[in-house]
């Protein structure tokens, strides 16, 4: 189908310079964002330290390295942000943790998004037996304990995941890879659990906005459902499923966390925000740097998430909006 | 009834109403339309009035196939709509179209107004493809838009201007019958007369039938040829428009031409108004016999016996009232 906003609209009554352009939306939405101090601050900062995660360890240690006379050193030249027990360069580490903690806040938060608004919007929109059968499911799996499911699904999904593994291994041999089995099962395990929230989330959004009469109208002209839920409702309702999925993000990062401290997320030698803290908070008392600077790493990204998200919640506010 | 476009044969709309947690019971029906027959003619105009909550706004949406019938036929065009397949509803549907009440909220607030135009098009496939941009253009100059506003969104425009999109998106499929659910009472009264005359004048030039919904009859009066007045979801009186307005039969009909004000001062002191006790009842639970009978001032026993049927009244006039002849 042709697109429906074409960039110039050639007819002998208007010509293209004539043509006045509004804004939409997502543009005012924009314009209001922009204004909101804590929120920039918080993009940017989240910016700096994606890309300080994806670059940084081009240029410094791995992980891994470690030189055990070394032992744990406090913060100095030689290691800005000193060293752990087995001599690792600790702001290396919590680059490459970082990689981890924020691959799996996004790819996480996708999964639920993707499943919630699809499950969400169409229970919502065909209402009935059918909502009412979809959402007692999403009860039901909100009542499974998550710490049992994650090890159920760690221990049944062990041998696929090893297998995954070994592939990349030995097929594909990306060695940096390993690992990679685990972190689809850490996906999966926090994917399946986050989706829940969002999809109850966004059926309540659609429950009230099909009752509106743009979407009467729609029905009227004769559109199909698909064509009624993906173009005319889902749109309407994607700014709080934007804000949303701004939270989630924090939420799966600490949750990520809390596995790798049960020992159920990342393996050592790799590491993330989670395992850091974590060993950080073992030695605290003799090696402080250990906790406190992986701490305020994670601090600092949770803040700047949530600065971000309060500020999209303001700015794509229907009733805050011009009308 | 030469050559109706849509007839309307005992149409019902009820809504069961359940109540119980775990099995549900049914506990009531509303019944918001209860048996209207009604022939539209093409190129007819007809109002429809009545009070809040009396069913016209269900009627459209019945009509409109937006709430499922209960009973009774809707036949569009020769064809009986309940009949019909999903695909064959679709094709058919393009028959009608229908202007709703709010134009703060029957526009899509994310599409431009380009992509809320071109979308039925497309989707039906009118035209081909590359002549959307200017048939679009056409659709705004018929209901009086520069066409140059086309790439903006439906907040950057007035209520009135909004109300003119959403006309011009019912027109879009190039129906038949345009049903019109109090397309002006969300309006301005300054703007409110545009509106009307857009409608009036569109219906003259495209030959469109129009079914016009309202409570305020002196907005009626102005557009309509015929007038149909509801009453807790049954007409109880049909005629044109001057017979209606100027002679009400009905009890019903009469207390609502008394509220009509007028622009004359002294005619509006000296004005007897017929003020009806009480509120509509519920729709739930009607009363025995006439519905309107608690209400009216000449209600008798034999009122509260049967429900009157629609007689005629002379050419073109049908007054459902038992006592018709006596008051």
Known sequence: MPSLSPKVLPTADVTPAQLEHGHSPWHDAWARLRKNKLAVAGGIALLALTLLCICGPWFSQTYQDQNLDLGATPPGAAHWLGTDTLGRDLFARILYGGRISLMVGLVATFVALTIGVTYGAIAGFLGGKTDRVMMRIVDIMYALPFTIFVILLMVFMKEPSEKLDAWLRNTVHLEGMQGAGNMVLLFAAIGAVEWLTMSRIVRGQVLSVKKMEFIEAAHSLGYGRRRIIFRHIIPNILGPIIVYATLTVPAVMLLEAFLSFLGLGVQPPMSSWGALIKDGAEKMEEFWWLLVFPGSVFSLTLFSLNFLGDGLRDALDVRASKD | ?327
Request: with cysteine; proline share 9%; net charge positive.
């Open chain 2, 1 to 327: 009834m030469a050559d109706p476009i849509l007839e309307l044969t005992d149409v019902q709309t009820h809504f069961p109403i359940y109540s119980g947690f775990v099995r549900k019971r049914l506990v009531g029906t509303v019944k918001a339309v209860d048996g209207v027959t009604l022939a539209v003619e093409r190129g007819e105009v007809l109002g429809l009035v009545g009070e809040s909550g009396c069913g016209k706004s269900t009627l459209a949406r019945t009509i409109m196939q937006l709430v499922p019938l209960t009973g009774g036929t809707v036949v569009l065009n020769g064809k009986n709509l309940a009949a019909n397949s999903a695909t064959e509803m679709r094709e058919t549907r393009r028959g009608m179209q229908m202007v709703f009440q709010d134009p703060y909220a029957s526009l899509n607030p994310r599409m431009t107004v380009f992509a809320t135009l071109a979308e039925p098009l497309l989707v039906h496939r009118v035209c081909p493809a590359a002549e959307v941009p200017a048939r679009v253009a056409r659709l705004m100059e018929t209901v009086g838009l520069a066409p140059r506003f086309v790439q903006k969104y439906p907040h950057e425009f007035s209520g009135g201007q909004r109300q003119r999109i959403a006309i011009a998106r019912a027109l879009a499929l190039e129906p038949k019958i345009i049903i019109a659910d109090e397309p002006v009472s969300a309006l301005d009264v300054s703007i409110q007369a545009q509106i009307l005359n857009l409608l009036a004048q569109l219906c003259r030039s495209m030959g469109l039938s129009l079914i016009f919904i309202a409570h305020d009859l002196s907005v009626v009066k102005h557009i309509s040829d015929r007038v149909a007045v509801m009453y807790l979801g049954k007409i109880v009186e049909l005629g044109t428009a001057e017979d209606v307005i100027d002679r009400p039969r009905h009890p019903y009909t009469r207390a609502l031409v008394s509220a009509i004000p007028t622009p004359n001062p002294d005619v509006e002191r000296a004005r007897q108004r017929l003020v009806l006790p009480g509120d509509p009842p519920s729709p739930i639970d009607p009363p025995a016999g006439c519905a309107f009978h608690p209400r009216c001032p000449y209600a008798q026993e034999k009122c509260k016996l049967a429900v009157p049927p629609l007689i005629a009244d002379g050419p073109n006039r049908e007054v459902a009232c038992v006592r018709l002849g006596e008051i």
